[in-house]
């Protein structure tokens, strides 16, 4: 069973920065994608970086240059480091994993956590 759980949010002030971590658990398909999203008050989710199961990082335009994605496979944990923040980046910040497995590529999500810079 897969499982994500999200932590490091919290509020900060304009141009501070933030270390998230997503702790991963029952991935057994060895291709898979690791990634971020963010949910702003009133909107949609939107994607905001993936890392693949080779290493590749792909990051939304709005986050580029700002926000870097690691994976640390020894300990199964996902990294989104956030700075120069500003307060359209505020928002529920979700962990993702997609995961090629049999019966078709499946989507797994944590329960998020809450990120807050006052405008």
């Known amino acids: 069973q897969v499982r994500l759980v999200e932590s490091g949010g919290g509020f900060v002030y304009p141009g501070s920065s933030l270390s998230l971590r997503c702790d991963y658990s029952g991935i057994i398909f060895s291709q898979y994608s690791l990634g971020w999203f963010r949910q702003a008050p009133g909107k949609q989710r939107e994607w905001l970086a993936t890392i693949t199961s080779g290493g590749a990082e792909n990051y939304a335009d709005s986050v580029k240059g700002r926000f870097t994605i690691a994976r640390d496979k020894a300990v199964n944990a996902l990294y989104l480091q956030l700075n120069r923040l500003r307060p359209e980046d505020t928002g529920v910040y979700y962990c993702?994993?997609?995961?090629?497995?049999?019966?078709?590529?499946?989507?797994?999500w944590g329960r998020g956590t809450q990120v807050t810079i006052p405008s």
């Open positions: 993702n994993a997609q995961i090629a497995e049999f019966r078709g590529p499946q989507d797994y």
